[in-house]
């Protein structure tokens, strides 16, 4: 069962996602999440509050987009190419609304000078987990390639939710960026 909490962030990913930052209130999350008047408040005083809440929320769906229920991305080319590319038909598909609420809070915090604290440290967590994981699948340059494969997928995704490909094949396309970056296998720096 899902804590109210995380029902609430849920409802206002699904809000943002659907109707952009306008229709982020206090009042809409209650009523979308078929809560009583005040409950979103009661968890986040103020909107910036409830904004930095979602971050960390997506955050956390972004991840299990990747990784699966498992958690878990086999450490190698293979295995980053192939959580990436889930990601992205993850993104694109049955979490397209985590995505278009994820682009909405960007282009909220290049406006507010405030959330960017919050996004930051959501960003360090992401590099974290990434830089680990290209490390262990090969990377011969962590810091660059973490960078350089996050900037793409996220191009990439943005670019497909505008213009559709019929024939998106994610996953090769981000095995093509890691053998262009020359990822070699137990030769890890």
Same mark, same amino acid.
């Given at each position: 069962m899902v804590d109210r909490r995380t029902l609430l962030l849920d409802t206002a990913l699904e809000l943002v996602g659907t109707q952009g930052m306008r229709g982020l209130t206090h009042r809409a999350v209650d009523a979308a999440a078929d809560l009583p008047a005040g409950s979103t408040s009661n968890y986040f005083r103020t909107r910036e509050a409830l904004v930095l809440g979602i971050v960390e929320r997506f955050i956390v769906r972004e991840r299990e987009m990747?990784?699966?229920p498992?958690?878990?991305?086999?450490?190698t080319p293979d295995g980053v190419a192939e959580a990436l590319g889930r990601f992205v038909d993850r993104a694109l598909g049955p &979490?397209?609304?985590v995505t278009l609420a994820?682009?909405?809070?960007?282009?909220e915090t290049a406006q507010n000078p405030g959330l960017?604290?919050?996004?930051?440290l959501g960003a360090d967590q992401v590099?974290?987990?990434g830089l680990d994981l290209i490390t262990r699948a090969g990377s011969r340059d962590p810091h660059r390639d973490v960078g350089l494969l996050a900037n793409y997928v996220t191009g990439l995704v943005l670019h497909e939710l505008a213009l559709p490909s019929p &024939?998106?094949?994610?996953?090769a396309r981000i095995r093509a960026v890691i053998d262009t970056l020359g990822w070699t296998v137990g030769e890890a720096s």
């Open positions: 990747a990784t699966g498992r958690d878990q991305v086999d450490p &979490d397209r609304m994820r682009y909405a809070i960007l282009v960017r604290a919050g996004m930051a590099d974290t987990w &024939d998106l094949d994610a996953r």
